[in-house]
């Protein structure tokens, strides 16, 4: 009996043990083409996987697989998709009270509020992303008030919100125009007031930082972390004068700042790029309206040919469809004047420096985290197929999307 | 007084023009997909005032000495696209007085001159069923519409029947979004939206038959009533009934009401049809879909997937595919297809739902849908296949004429977008906060 047990035991460990091995053991991924971002793509291209992270990338002729290296293969591999700008996992896909939590509109300025408080990394919404071949997200409160809160980034692959996260306060978002207006007779109701209201914190927070016991409040130290730099600003601006707005304040205060949606940007570049900040460009299929009546297809490809660095973002949705796909969203723009290259680095390895990660993802290099999509042709087409993703060299998702 | 004369003269010319024959226009080796056939290579589509005159190749179609010729080479030719379902003109139908408000014509509300039309025009739309929303049972009468030039009121953009009667249909919905938790005259459950939809009919079939018995006797007819006489038309099969339904069991619901009163049916939206495309196919009900991007954003809409196409293809019902927009933007309508395509949807079937299947939902298919010599010279010239992302829509032609062209800066303006793109106060863009109020809501 007593060694029953123990035999039972021991196949089970092994089982365990054989588990673990393929689940963060060896992986050897194939790929006709293999989009690393660090140079051209490489045809027929290996990359070996060892203990979550990239260990060798080369062309088959020069990489061998070695033995005990389960192999994967696929007709384009490419980093895994990182989105630079989200609201899902705070948002789900039910649009119902219970799961829309980007917002509270018990206060139109609460930098305070940590977006890891709110994310679900079980939401239906992650997972669909995730079927895509996005691998990373930076996600957090809504732009519709003045400041809705922080954002954070994380893997689309945890139990919890600890196992996901990355970055648990990537930046304090802050939203210029009408959608930062309190409505109701409430302050914010004009573009002088935001910015007034704005100054009015940033100055507190520096006076905070001058004195010898500063106040410990969540509000006052999260704002004196921006005052100090050590937190970026996420604007939210669309309109001219809204941008121009974000970039005297970071001129004013010495902000660390990353400028979002920035529809109007386009006829700015000049003023955009001598503040050297980079731009999180709206989703490219948004819909145009109000503060975004100048939405273009063409934003991002008209910012990086000016020099500016940019991302691209699915963005907040209200309705339908809850969230965009970063995948789809760097289609449109390749298709209209980024091309394919350079589409995918402003959802890999430009989405990662603007989020202060490229030494661990958006790009296939040894050493960096193997996160990894598969595709079963040009990724961008519409009748081609997310075939996988692999999360910190684990194979995620396998389902044919 | 010169500058008069000249402005004379011109006016002179073009009424001449209309009067008198064009010329021809034969556009030539491009690749051509008629629909109605197999794709023709280095083909030939011969137009003339209007209409399609030829379809074909240098074998197949004679070229008259005064044919004007266009060169299409390493372009690709296809009907315009229907969309069965939009919103664009800022369409406004019923009010919050009540739910059923068959009497309520969007013909009295569309703005010809809205931007979006424009932008219709830009993603290849010839033919529009444009539609007021859905927070009600029936928020009242559709307008079928030719997205033609330079239109300043709306019956520059009508469509006449062979009776001379402008075409278009009805709206009703069911599901959620005309669910009222306010009570009053609007339904609280599903079974009582089903309700008061049957006794609407009921009461239509009522007042039909005291016409009938009134005969030729003035004195025996009942009081007018508008909303009477539009569902007598439904019920007669002179007005096609769209119907926005999400969920499998409202899709059966749509379908029993159909059964029940015989009225002609389009399946709008469909989200679930992928659980009843079997029953969808049986009853011969028409379904046009949409694709949306991510799952949800409402509770009824939380299974709707790319795959609806491929379902019902396989059940063998006739699918059309439709924007709702500003749900989906109209200028990337061809994307949906490509989703469609993506998710299973055979190609053929694919280009067909844009364009034949979207013509008989109209009642339209002896006249667009198909290149084909006698129908209207509504099609799209695009830069490669229909169905690739780096496709672009570089000409769209509506019944002859040229309404969109990308070589032009204020059409590629409306295309891609960018400052003065749009109207900033454009109420396609508002529609869509409107779900849950008076405006009724989309998708």
Known sequence: ?????????????????FLMQAAFGQLAVKGDTVWTMTGEPITNGVVLIRDGKIERVGTAAQVQIPAGYRTVTAKVITPGLIDAHTVIGLNGYLNQPHDQMALDASGTFQPELRATDAYDPEERLVEWVRGYGVTTIHTGHQPSALSPGQTMIAKTWGKTVEDATLVPTAMVAVVLGQAANAGAGRSPGTRGKQAAMLRAELIKAQENLAKKEPPKDLRSEIMMRVAKGDVRLL?????????????????????????????????????????????????????????TASLSLETAAKLKAAGIPVALQSGYEGYVPKTRIILFEAAMAAANGLGVRDALATVTIDAAKILGLDTRIGSIAQGKDADIALYDGDPFEFATHCTGTIINGQLVSEIVR | MKRILVCAFTA?????????????TAFINARIIPIAGPPIEQ??????????????????????SDVVTVDMAGKTIMPGLIDT????????????????????????SVNAEAVSFQRAQAGGITTVNVMPGSGYLNSGQTLYLKLRDNAIKIDDLLIYDKDGK??????????????????GAFPGTRAKSAALVRDQFIKAREYRDKVKAAGNDKTKLPPRDLAMETLVEVLEGKRVVHFHTHRHDDILTALRLQKEFGFRIVLQHVSE????????AKAKAPASIIMIDAPGGKLETMEVDF???????????????????????????????GMAMRAGMSRDKVLYGFTMAGAIMLDMQDRIGSLEPGKDADFIVLSGDPLSVYTKVLQTWVEGKKVFDRTDPKDYLIAVGGKGATDENDLNADHLHCVDGDEGGNE
Not at chain 1, 238 to 247: E, F, P, R
Not at chain 2, 15 to 22: C, D, L, T
């Open chain 2, 166 to 183: 402008y075409m278009g249909g009805i709206k009703f919905a069911n599901g959620t979004n005309p669910i009222r938790s306010g009570g």
């Open chain 2, 273 to 280: 049809a992928w659980k009843v495309a079997d029953e969808i």
């Open chain 1, 1 to 17: 009996m007593k060694r029953t047990i123990s035999l039972r035991a021991i196949s089970l460990l092994a089982t365990v043990a």
């Open chain 2, 85 to 108: 379902h939009s919103h664009i003109g800022s369409p406004a139908g019923a009010d919050g007085s009540g739910p059923i408000q068959p009497d309520v014509r969007i013909l009295d």
């Open chain 2, 307 to 337: 795959k609806n196409g491929a379902a019902l293809e396989k059940a063998g019902a006739l699918t059309g595919f439709h924007t709702d927009d500003g749900i989906t933007d109209s200028r990337w309508f061809l994307r949906s297809g």
């Open chain 2, 12 to 24: 002179l010319l073009c009424a001449g023009s209309i009067a008198a024959q064009q010329r021809p």
């Open chain 2, 43 to 64: 083909g030939i589509l011969l137009i003339q005032n209007g209409k399609i005159a030829a379809v074909g190749d240098a074998r197949t179609v004679r070229l008259s």
């Open chain 1, 235 to 291: 604007v939210t601006a669309h309109k001219v004068q809204d941008i121009m707005t974000a970039l005297r304040l970071a001129k004013e205060f010495n902000l660390k700042m990353v400028l979002d949606g920035a529809s109007e940007a386009p006829l700015i570049v000049n003023e955009i790029k001598a503040a050297g900040i980079p731009v999180i460009v709206h989703a490219t299929m948004a819909r145009a309206g109000g503060d």
